[in-house]
Structures are given as structure tokens and as C-alpha cells.
């Protein structure tokens, strides 16, 4: 999971937040289609150092210290969509298909990163919007999206809650040790959070 | 005629799959503030949801500030507020401010007038300088009062607080407890095993059992109750 928005002054933080999804989701189009071979990958790592030069993150390094984080992030990502092709289909189509997705995640990423979630939620709800004649609940979707973004933390929590309790009894890691308390505690979360969200007047 | 009590509950009865919750409960108060004690199971949080229409009621009817909970759900969320006891499941942003800002999204204000008055929340509990900090990042305390900021940014007529000095120390328990209490034009019914909290209340209800035990002033409640622990 990338990491989320990191204020900035850039010309992707002052973009609104609708047609920036649409220019990022050219952007990760165009990458995708790329051919196979050794000029695509640098083209795909060129539109990615562009993307986040012009997203102004004030990182002192004009963005490529947020871009080397995120795809420290991607490490495992890059290394299983690397090394099969590297055995069966050569380093050229390795190299430009794994630079492609990568490329794709990481400039989709741009979008949580500089756009705050109650923009992206009103972006995403005003895009919706038209579905609505179809009985189609735009706001409940747009929130829905918030909601599983922003429950990824307290998972990640929740489940270094479970393993430190297991350690803590001498308890050796095992999955299904795991994933008993595991659910119970996501799904105790899913219902207090539902609550929540009913008392602030979420439908 | 006298008006009508801000919360009234007549035979009211609620079953929670094989569980009796509540049982014929008959009750009408207009305090300021009101507190809800028992023991674990006794009925307390199902009151506490019963008042916010987050359960409906089996049996009997209730009244909150003249609403039906079952009928007027939408409008009854529009003037009562609830603060839980886990700060974590009451938050949905991932920064404070915008945490504070989703409460208003019902009411469809715009993006600056939504700002300036979950700034307004922030800074009013104390938040101001953790606006755009992550939210699950914020201490047990600091997430208790983002929580209340949450409410409060509403402008609530009722708060219903669940708990909600459960997980933190007792500077922060402290802290809570004055929000809630101080007199912001709203009525409190908090649910709580903190009898000084309880005491400083200006009526206390005892349930046992699903079952209203005694209602009256705190210290006399609080008295019949550790009486019943006694035994």
C-alpha cells in the first residue's frame, strides 16, 4: 500500500483533484502499452522521474526522495514480476515490463500523495454522480472508498496487536493461529466502525 | 401542559438475538446531564444506542427530543451525536481535520465554511496543532478528543458518550470529562464505570439486568449501587 498524502505546493497539489485522476490515469495508460523492449523502460522510469520532479513535494531533492520511498515500498512487487520474465522471457522484456508496472503503480500513486482524501471522496462522488439515475448510490461508493483506504492502518495495527499478544503467551507464528484472532478483531472493528459512521450520519 | 421530556422510554424492551438487552423500561428525563451506570451487561450501552436510533426497540416506544428513532432516524442523527469508547473505530479521515470536516459532509456546507469549522473544532479542543497530522498516528487521548471534536463540530442538541473515559489515563479522562460537561447548549447522557464522572452529573440512572434499578440524583444512585456490589 502506498503511503498517503504529503503536503506540497506543486503543480499536482493545486490541480483539482478530477482531472488530475483523468491526466494520471492517461499517463499510467500510455506507460501500459509501451512495447517490450529496452527504450519503454526508459521511457516509463523518464515519465515517473517527470511526474514526481513537477509534484513539488519539498523533499529538497526535487521529489526523488518520495519517489525512492515508494518504490522502496514496491521492492517485493518489482522482484516478483522481475525474476520470472528474467528466466523465460530474457533481461530486455524483463527489464521493460517490470519498469512498466512499476511505473504504473508508482504514477498512480502521485494521485494519493498529493491529493487529500475529502478531495479525492468529492472527486470521486461528483464522478459517480451520473449513476445515480440508475439508482446508483454515488456518496455511500465514494465513502466506501474513503473508508478502505483509511482502514488499512488500523488493520496493519490490529494484526501486530495479534502477533505481539501470541509472542507474549510463547505462541510460534503460524497462520492459523493468526488468522482466527485476526478476524475476529477486523470484523469487531468492521461493526464499531459501522456504528460510527451510522452516528455521523453516514446511510 | 408541561413539555415533554427530552428523552422518554415507555415499556421499552430490546432483543439482541437470544439476549434480552433491555427490559420494560419506563423513563423520562430532562437533565442537562444525565449518567448511565450498572455493570458490564447490565443494559447500559443498549440504552445508550437505543437513544442514538442505532438499535430499535422490540417492545414500547422512545422518544429523543421528541423523535421516534425508529421513524426519524435521518433527522435524529442531524441532532444527536455519540462518542464511543474505542477512538480507533470512530475515526474514518486520515488526518484530523479532514476527520472533523467528514461530520459535516451531511450537512452539505461548502469546502471553506466546512474548514473553518472543523478548525474552529480543532482548535476548541485543543487539536489546532495537530490539524494535518495522521489521525491513527494521534495518542489514545488525542484520539478520544478528535472523536469529540467530531461530534461537537455539529452543533449537536444531544451527545450520547459511550464509555468514553474507558481507554484512557486519568489526565485524559479528565480532560474528556470537562469537554462533555461543560455547557456548550447541548444535553449529555453519558454511560460510564467512572463514578466521579458520574457524580458530577446532575441526575444518575442505575441499570441492572436490563432493567432501570434506580433513578435520581448521583450520589444517592451511585450509594445504591456500590450498596449492590457490596452484597
Redo the contacts between chains.
Sequence with gaps: MLSLYRPGDGILHRMAAGPKLLVLLGAVLAVSVLASQWWAAAVAAGVVVVGYAVAGFGDGLLGMRVLAQQTLMLRWLLLVTFVPQLIFLGPEAAVANTARVSAAVLLAGLLVLTTRVTDLLDAVERGLRPLERFRFDSERAAVLLTVTLTTVPVLARLAQEVRDAQRARGARPGLRLFAVPFLILSLKHADQLGEALSARGVR | MNAAPAIRLDGVGVRLGDVDALRGVDLALDARTVAVIGENGSGKSTFA?LL???VQPTTGTTRVLGLDPARQA?EL??R???V?S?P????????AV?DV???L??DRLS?DESRRRADEALDRFGLDALR?R???DLSGGQKQLLALA?AFV?LPELVVADEPTTYLDARNARRVSEHLLADRGHRLVVVTHDLALAERCETAVLFAGGRVEAVGHPTDVIAEYQAALAC
Design positions: 444506542r442514538a436510533g442505532l435521518g442523527r442531524r444527536v451525536a455519540v464511543f474505542n480507533d473505530a470512530q475515526i474514518v479521515m486520515p488526518t479532514e470536516a467528514f461530520s459532509r451531511p469546502r494535518d495522521p489521525s491513527h467530531g455539529r
